[in-house]
C-alpha cells in the first residue's frame, strides 16, 4: 500500500476558535448554507457529531465528485484540532484507494489570527499509483471551502458582528510545502540497509554509482546532527552538486531526517527539501519496509512541478534499488 502525503497551510486574520466553530462544529450547517454550489447537503448517518459519527455529503453542481462518506477519527476543541477518514465516495476513485485521510489544525498567530495546518494522505490499495491530478483537484476543492467560510463570516452578524470589510480583514495563503511518503519492502535486514544506504552512504555509494557520483565530501561537523556533506555528481549528471545537512540519525530506531540546503535540483523555486528515510523490520522474511518522506519546501506560492517530484521519486528508487542488489549480492557486507 502506497501513502501520498500533502501538506499546506494558510493562514487567516480570523481567531482560531472562531474559524473552528465556524469550519469544523458548525460546518455541517454553515458550508451549503455559503457555498451550495460547491456542498449540496451534509447528513449523519450514525453517532453524535463525536468521534466515530459517520457523515454523508452530498456535493453541489460545481464539484466533480458527487458524494463522499466521512468518519471522525479525533476532534478537539481545546488544542483546535480535527481529523476525518473519506471511506467511500467517488473522491477514492473506484478500487484504486483505500481511504483518504485530512488532519487540520488551528494555531494562534502573533496577530489575533491564526495558522491552519492541514495534513491530507492518500492510501493507494494494493499495488495502484496514487494519481496526483486527483490529489489536486481534491485539495482544490477543500482549499476553496476553507477560503469561502473565512469569508463569510464577514457578511453574517450572526458570526462576526463587528466587521464587514472583507479586503482588509482576510488574508489567506499557500504556504509552499507539498511532501510525499513512499514504501517499499526489502529482503535485506533493516540493520545492513540503514549502515549501507546512510551510515556509510559518503563512502558506498560513489563505489556503486560512480557513473553519476564522483565524491561525497564532508564539509562541517563529525557525522552527527548539523554534519554539512557535498555530493559531486560527475559530467554524466544534469546536476553539479548538492549539500545535505544531517538533521537526525538514530542508528537504534533506523531513522534518519536530512535536508538539501544547497545546490542545482533547488533552482530558483525550492527553498530546501527535507528527507525523513525510517527501515521497519520485516518479521515474516527477515528483511524490511523502507518509509521515505520527502517534503518540497517552495520559496513564495511557487508550486511544485509533478515532473520535479517524480524526477526525486524515481532517483530515491533507483539508489535504493542499487544498494539493495549489491547487499543481496554480497551478504557478508554490514552482517
Not at 12 to 26: E, G, N, Q
Not at 174 to 179: A, D, F, K, P, Y
Request: with cysteine; aromatic share 8%; charged share 25%.
Amino acid at each position: 500500500m502506497g501513502v501520498f502525503t500533502y501538506e499546506s497551510e494558510f493562514t487567516s486574520s480570523i481567531a482560531p476558535a472562531r474559524l473552528f466553530k465556524a469550519f469544523v462544529l458548525d460546518g455541517d450547517n454553515l458550508v451549503p448554507k455559503i457555498a451550495p454550489q460547491a456542498v449540496e447537503k451534509v447528513e449523519i448517518l450514525e453517532g453524535n457529531g463525536g468521534v466515530g459519527t459517520i457523515k454523508k455529503i452530498t456535493f453541489g453542481q460545481g464539484v466533480p465528485f458527487k458524494y463522499v462518506k466521512h468518519k471522525i477519527e479525533a476532534i478537539d476543541k481545546e488544542s483546535l484540532t480535527y481529523s476525518y477518514s473519506i471511506i467511500e465516495g467517488d473522491a477514492l476513485e473506484g478500487n484504486q484507494l483505500e481511504k483518504i485521510t485530512h488532519e487540520s489544525k488551528l494555531v494562534a498567530s502573533g496577530d489575533g489570527g491564526n495558522v491552519i495546518k492541514t495534513v491530507s494522505k492518500y492510501y493507494s490499495a494494493g499495488d495502484a499509483q496514487v494519481n496526483e491530478e486527483k490529489v489536486k483537484e481534491g485539495e482544490k476543492q477543500a482549499t476553496q471551502m476553507l477560503k469561502t467560510v473565512c469569508g463569510e463570516p464577514l457578511h453574517h452578524s450572526t458570526i462576526n458582528k463587528n466587521n464587514n470589510n472583507n479586503n482588509n480583514l482576510i488574508k489567506n495563503k499557500i504556504m509552499g510545502v507539498t511532501s510525499f511518503t513512499q514504501e517499499m519492502s526489502c529482503p535485506v535486514a533493516a540493520a545492513r540497509m540503514f549502515k549501507a544506504l546512510i551510515v556509510d552512504s559518503n563512502k558506498l555509494i560513489p563505489k556503486l554509482l560512480p557513473q553519476f557520483i564522483a565524491s561525497v565530501d564532508v564539509i562541517q561537523g563529525n557525522g552527527g546532527p548539523g554534519t554539512i556533506e557535498q555530493v559531486n555528481f560527475t559530467e554524466a549528471s544534469q546536476f553539479k552538486y548538492v549539500k545535505h545537512q544531517l538533521k537526525e540519525l538514530d542508528c537504534d530506531n533506523f531513522l534518519c531526517k536530512y535536508s538539501m540546503i544547497e545546490g542545482d535540483p533547488l533552482g530558483d523555486k525550492l527553498e530546501s527539501i527535507d528527507y525523513e528515510v525510517k527501515f521497519e523490520a520485516n518479521t515474516s522474511d527477515g528483511g524490511c519496509v523502507c518509509k521515505m518522506t520527502s517534503s518540497y519546501n517552495t520559496i513564495g506560492e511557487i508550486a511544485v512541478s509533478e515532473e520535479k517530484i517524480k524526477e526525486g521519486k524515481e532517483n530515491a528508487v533507483a539508489i535504493y534499488k542499487v544498494v539493495e542488489t549489491y547487499l543481496m549480492e554480497n551478504p557478508q557486507v554490514y552482517a
